[in-house]
Structures are given as structure tokens and as C-alpha cells.
């Protein structure tokens, strides 16, 4: 049953639909996008929960009540301050939208890294942290279906641990298998948790497959090994008829392009979502292309961009990104995705054109008001950004 409006919600009356708390983002066009702005704020850390040895939750409130309206498989972007350098990176939210008075995300450490080691050492109750988003539309709320099966490896169960919790708030974890790999049993994150909704959902299977067994622990029991061809169908062996969603790391999400591929899901049913950008398959991405005042490239010689707040100007030659050629002229922007995903790098442009490669981070509105994302954009002939 769904409180979705039919004129705004194209899905079957058969099909089972996700409802949300009141005033969730409504489809724009052919996608699903929040109200712009809708979690930008400052929020307070509440708790830290330790979930494995290098994976921690962290809860958030939000500083202005009544703001959290997102879809379940959705990301914010995280602005932090460390020892004086803002950084900003991407985290799932993994708690879902059907509780909606605090926000968690949960965040694997990845050693030497900007942010995770600070967020794991420093982070504490009572600290703030910016956030910005939602952003992305890999969300069972935009692909409405009968039948799902989520797959994840790693820090990728985040997106399933928001959608699997939606459902079973819901009423609606109806037909859900969840398959998730991981190194160890150690390194399963929220599996007691799952394991108990599946327990008390008949509509939920959860499979959890481990390559080794963790050390000075008993044997593993359960599925071994990488996923693959067999072991997808022999656990699933209706694949072919559901909505597969795929988070992972880069090796584990081209494998399982493979395994998909070799059992014949048809593409258009599986969905993707990689938290290393460059490793994102799936279809090309849209050629969007920006057309304001042309400003005359100089002769032959590689583009110039400048900046016209700063006053700045550097060479950008073929193959380097606005943001590659900001960042070697001193003129340093806020990116975190580094892929047109997340839309941390918005800028305006104020004349010229690019060719920009998004995947998602910026909507057609925002386009046709003149803005871009420099991080997947290349100038096409001289332009002048607003920075
Ligand atoms: C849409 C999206 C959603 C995300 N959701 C989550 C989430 O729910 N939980 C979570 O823990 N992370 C998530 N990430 C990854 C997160 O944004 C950061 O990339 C990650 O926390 C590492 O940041 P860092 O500053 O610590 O490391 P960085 O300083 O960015 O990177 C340090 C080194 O680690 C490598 N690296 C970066 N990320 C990974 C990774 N995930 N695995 C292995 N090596 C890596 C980099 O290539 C680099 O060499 C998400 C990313 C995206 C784009
Ligand atoms: S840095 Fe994410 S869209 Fe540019």
C-alpha cells in the first residue's frame, strides 16, 4: 500500500510502496532528488556506536528540528574541520528515513586517511559537524519492485541497512534477500541486527558469505569464499526477477557486474552505487553541456581558465578537470566526490562553456542558472568560473 500520491508516483497499484514520513521529497522529473538545502546545516553528535574493530556509527541530530527528509540509500556530505582544513567527504546515511529525528552514518577507517581516522579518534558527543545533502537516487524508493536483492561488500552495507530498516518499520520487508561479503566474520557489520529481522520477518533472508574465518575465533560456517555465479544462484534463484542493488569496493563491484551479467539479470534491474568514484559502471554518463557568453579561445594554445573573484588565470590543458586546473592555480574549491556525484563542487560560471560528465550532483535547474561542477568538467575553449 502506498500513501504516495498517484499523480506524482508512477509505480503499479500492485506494487508494494515505500511510505515515508510526511513531507519526503516528491520525484522531480525522472529523478528523485530532496528539496535542495533540505539537511544543510550543523549537526551534533549525540553518540558513537562501535559496530566491528575499524567500523563506528555515529548519530546525529540536527540543529534545526523537523529537517531530516531523505530517501533510504541516500548520502550526505560530511564538512569537518581537521586541525584547520575543512574536509568534506561522502557517508551513506545509514539509518532510515522512518526515523526521522536523528541521522547515522556509518563510517569504516580507511588508515592514512583525511577523515575517517579523525572521525574515529577525535569525533565525540556534543561536537558539531557540517552536513550537506541528501544527494543520489540509489534508493528502492526510486525503483519500485515486488522483489529486491541487496548486495554489498565491506563499508557498502550502509545503503542496505537504511532500506532494510525503512522496510521492516514499514510493515513492508515483504521479499527482501540481502547477500553481503565481507572479509571475515569479524568485519560484519550489523550482522546480529539483520539476523534478528530476519528472524522476525519471513520476508527477509540475509546470506553473509567470508572469505576466511577470523582469527582466534571458531570456524566459519556459512557461506565461504567471493561471490560468484553459483553462489548467487544457488542462494537466489529467482535473481532474474528481482531489483539488485550493488555497493562495494571497486574489485567486488566489477566482479559482480560479472556474476549479474553471466546470470542473465537484465541491467536494467541492477543498480549501483560505488564509494570510490572512477569505479562507477553502468550506463555513459549524460554529456551536459553549458553554453553562456563564448569567450574567444586564444589561438591553438591549451584553454585558460580564470577566476574571476580571486583574479586568477591558468592553462588548462586537454584531459585536466576546472578543479584540477583550480587547485594549480591557488585557488582552492570545496570538492568531495571528485566525480559530479555529490555536488560539493558547484560553482557558477560566468563565461564560456565545459563539457561536464555528471552523475547526478547537479540539476537541470541549477544547470540552466549557470552553474557547473568543475571536478568532471574540462573547458571548451576559454571560461571564466566564479571563484
Ligand atoms: C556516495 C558515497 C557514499 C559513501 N558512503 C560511505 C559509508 O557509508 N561508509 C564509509 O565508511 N565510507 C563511505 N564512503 C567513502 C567515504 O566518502 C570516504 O571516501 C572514506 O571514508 C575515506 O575517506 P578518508 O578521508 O578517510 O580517506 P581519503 O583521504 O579520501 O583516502 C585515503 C586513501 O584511501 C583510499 N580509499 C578511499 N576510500 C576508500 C574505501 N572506501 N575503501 C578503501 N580505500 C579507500 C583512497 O583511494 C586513498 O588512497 C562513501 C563515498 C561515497 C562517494
Ligand atoms: S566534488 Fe562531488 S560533484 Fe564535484
Known sequence: MSEWPHDTWSQPATTPGLRLVPDLPRPVGDRFLAPESALDQEMVVRR????????????????????????P??????????????????????SPPTRPHLLTITVK??????????????LSPGDRVGVRGPCGDFSIAAHPANRYLLLSAGSGITP???????????????????????????????????????????????????????????PWTG????????????QVPDIAEREVFTCGPPGYMAATRQVLAELHVDSGRCHEESFTIGDRGGPTPDLAVLLTEVVEPTEEAAPTVTFGRSGRSVACPLGMTVLEAATSAGVPLPSSCGGGLCGTCKSGLLAGRVA??????????EIAAGKFLPCCSTPDGDIVVDA
Open 73 to 94: 540509500g541516500q548520502f550526505v556530505t560530511l564538512v569537518v574541520d581537521v586541525d584547520g582544513s575543512s574536509v568534506e567527504r561522502c557517508y551513506t546515511i545509514s
Open 160 to 218: 542496505s541497512l537504511s532500506t532494510v530498516r525503512a522496510m521492516a518499520d514499514l510493515a513492508e520487508l515483504d521479499d527482501v534477500v540481502v547477500v553481503h561479503s565481507a572479509r571475515t566474520p569479524a568485519d560484519l557489520a550489523c550482522g546480529n541486527e539483520l539476523d534478528a529481522l530476519a528472524t522476525t520477518h519471513p520476508g527477509l533472508r540475509v546470506v553473509w558469505v567470508c572469505e576466511n574465518d577470523s582469527p582466534a575465533s571458531v
Open 223 to 234: 557461506q565461504r569464499g567471493r561471490l560468484d555465479a553459483r553462489l548467487l544462484a544457488s
Open 109 to 122: 577507517r580507511i588508515k592514512g586517511g583525511a577523515l575517517s581516522p579523525h572521525l574515529h579518534d577525535r
Open 48 to 71: 558513537r556506536v562501535p559496530v566491528t574493530h575499524d567500523v563506528v556509527t555515529f548519530v546525529l541530530e540536527p540543529t534545526i528540528p523537523g529537517t531530516l527528509s531523505f530517501l
Open 356 to 365: 561536464m560528465f555528471h552523475q547526478g550532483g547537479i540539476r537541470p535547474r
